[in-house]
T-cell receptor
Framework: RKEVEQDPGPFNVPEGATVAFNCTYS??????FFWYRQDCRKEPKLLMS???SGNEDGRFTAQLNRASQYISLLIRDSKLSDSATYLC????????FGKGTRLSVIA | DTGVSQNPRHKITKRGQNVTFRCDPI?????LYWYRQTLGQGPEFLTY????????KSRLLSDRFSAERPKGSFSTLEIQRTEQGDSAMYLC?????????????FGQGTRLTVV
């Protein structure tokens, strides 16, 4: 089993929709969890950190479920500019990344 | 610009040649990481440093790969006798470990093409 697993998608959603991604991790000792956004041929950029049960930043909400070993990312009111690949990462050091989930927001 | 800086941004080399990439981390960060990413995959960990000490190396890091961080500031990643399978984006990231936080920030990457 891969240490961090994500549904690769693509998720194709209309503007204004709410979309959620899940990410499962296998290392129960992981203390740090992150969501990164990556645009095509660019570097990953930190979107959210999750250290306890969850975190919210505007339209984005991340939640951690330690019992089931997954984290989720919820995007409300999707914008065209949200189209990207969303990478989940877990671990203490170094971070271990999933393969990413591709999101396309359609007008 | 106070972010992570990588040079060069692109490198095309012939198979069998050696290449070296440089990474300048965020200045106050004590940890520096190298990752490799290919199309459709997430970043794969290669190695990391805390200050000048190389603390961990992945099994992905064959003996053709070597990394240094001589003064605990910038780092170099060298690939000897490049192979076509080395073609990838090489990403550097840095973080400041402390107070339970571990966010890593990436540079723009060096895209290597081995022909």
């Amino acid at each position: 089993r891969k240490e961090v697993e994500q549904d690769p998608g693509p998720f194709n959603v209309p503007e204004g929709a709410t979309v959620a991604f899940n990410c499962t991790y296998s290392n129960s000792a992981s203390q740090s969890f992150f969501w990164y956004r990556q645009d095509c041929r660019k570097e990953p950029k930190l979107l959210m950190s999750v250290y306890s049960s969850g975190n919210e930043d505007g339209r984005f909400t991340a939640q951690l479920n330690r019992a089931s070993q997954y984290i989720s990312l919820l995007i409300r009111d999707s914008k065209l500019s949200d189209s990207a690949t969303y990478l989940c990462a877990s671990g203490n050091t170094p971070l271990v990344f999933g393969k990413g989930t591709r999101l396309s927001v359609i007008a | 610009d106070t972010g992570v800086s990588q040079n060069p941004r692109h490198k095309i080399t012939k198979r069998g040649q050696n290449v070296t990439f440089r990474c300048d981390p965020i200045s106050e960060h004590n940890r520096l990481y190298w990752y490799r990413q290919t199309l459709g995959q997430g970043p794969e960990f290669l190695t990391y440093f805390q200050n000048e000490a190389q603390l961990e190396k992945s099994r992905l890091l064959s003996d053709r790969f070597s990394a240094e961080r001589p003064k605990g500031s910038f780092s170099t990643l060298e690939i000897q006798r490049t192979e076509q399978g080395d073609s990838a984006m090489y990403l550097c990231a840095s973080s400041l470990i402390g107070e339970g936080r571990a966010e890593a920030f990436f540079g723009q990457g060096t895209r290597l093409t081995v022909v």
